[in-house]
């Protein structure tokens, strides 16, 4: 048997052209200011990916129709900003959602974290859901203010949708929490998983900093007032406890992601992977 | 105005008349103008612009709605066309018409009540209950009864959540005000 093995495809440059005709991976090296954008984009996507994975899924109808609305919502935010980026890196937003390696992801790992498939609880979901549509409310409210006038009219779309993700995931937070015995304590393990890696969400490093100065968005450090304003009643009512913060710092919007994201991303990408540049 | 004014103003006319006949391909009871999605018509030396605000970021109907329009006025012989989005400012349903919510109530959607001062940012801040932002006096699009709940925060689009009527027991979909 001679023929086994296909060649390798080729690792294609920067370059437009090259992308277009390899399933190999596109490298794109942003800028600081490309970047942020990017962990914000990336956040959106893959947080919307794993929502998706409810889909027929959840305990109820009602809620299979909510976690995926919120994922098209959270899909649509991604594609805008991808889309933007790309018209300055010379990639379409399929590309950037595709063909990037793990390296190249800038989500928080927060986003990425198993949902369902992996023993994770509906409590999980929710509380994640929570977490990052407050965080990403208060976000897009600030970024309405961006010097960047594409970012601030896709913000001021965002910060609506936001508000309809908050209001959600802030109803069944006490809901649990605060319900039976048993929804309350598998609330208290989701708190005891998750929010270790709230960390993330406001660190700052060279990225925030390039961000800032040039007035483009915020500073991580800079949403934590606003966030807690709107997690902690929320916890309060759901009888939850706030943890301390403790000294473990996830890393994915380095790029240096969890042992979960090579799965996630295989399974999202396979079909550009497969079929570069298919369309529908 | 100039003969060649006319002409070109004549045209933009007949694009929005054509544009009044164009429905929203998921809630087919609306055209795009009375959805207030067309923000402005544009004649230029190469042909007409047609400036759209997208309704939701992951709307998947825009596109569709795009090329419909293209389509509309190039069957209508307006020449050339292009469809352009227009972000900013963010779509409302402030935006849409009192005959589109007419043809909502009608087709058996609640037309949504008015969001404005719902959504200025930092209003009242304090006061902000997240929890607290369902639509609490909708109609019932049948029977007109107040006397309904809310039976999913999330509905069959994007922009629509589902309610039930409590006095004609019939369930009808209500256009969420954003």
Known sequence: MDTAFAPLPTTASASNAAASTTTGSIVCEPTPQQAYLMRIADSCLIHAQRLAEWSGHAPILEEDIALTNLALDLLGQARALLTHVGRQTGFDEDQLAFLR??????????????????????????????????WMNVLWGKLEQSGDAEVAAIAGKAVKE???????????????????????????????????????????????????????????????????AIVEPVFADAGLQVPAAGAFRSTGSRGVHSEHMGYLLAEMQTLQRSFPGGQW | MTARDQALSARVAQAWDVLRGVLDPEVPAISV?????????????????VLVTPTYSGCPATEVIEQAIADALAAAGLGRVRVTQRRAPAWTTDWITPQGRENLRAYGIAPPGA????????????NVQPIRLMARDVACPRCGSARTERLSAFGSTACKSLYRCIECREPFEHFKPI
């Not at chain 1, 989500?107 to 509380?127: Q, S």
């Not at chain 1, 993700?165 to 998750?194: C, I, K, N, T």
């Open chain 1, 101 to 134: 390696d793990e390296r190249d992801f800038r989500n928080f790992t927060l986003v990425e974290l198993p949902g369902r498939r992996a023993g994770r609880d509906f409590a999980d979901a929710v509380l994640r859901n929570f977490l990052l549509s407050a």
């Open chain 1, 162 to 228: 936001s508000r309809y993700h908050v209001a959600h995931a802030a109803d069944w937070v006490p809901r649990l929490g605060d319900g039976s015995e048993e929804s309350a304590r598998r609330m208290r393990q989701a708190v005891a998983r998750l929010w270790p890696y709230t960390e993330e969400l406001f660190e700052t490093d060279a990225v925030d900093t390039a961000a800032a100065e040039a007035g483009l968005g915020p500073m991580r450090a800079a949403l934590r007032v606003d966030w807690r």
């Open chain 2, 33 to 49: 103008t009375d959805l207030g999605i067309v923000r402005d018509v544009v004649e230029h030396d190469d042909g007409l612009e």
């Open chain 2, 115 to 126: 969001c404005a001062g719902a959504a200025a940012p930092g209003k009242d801040a304090a």
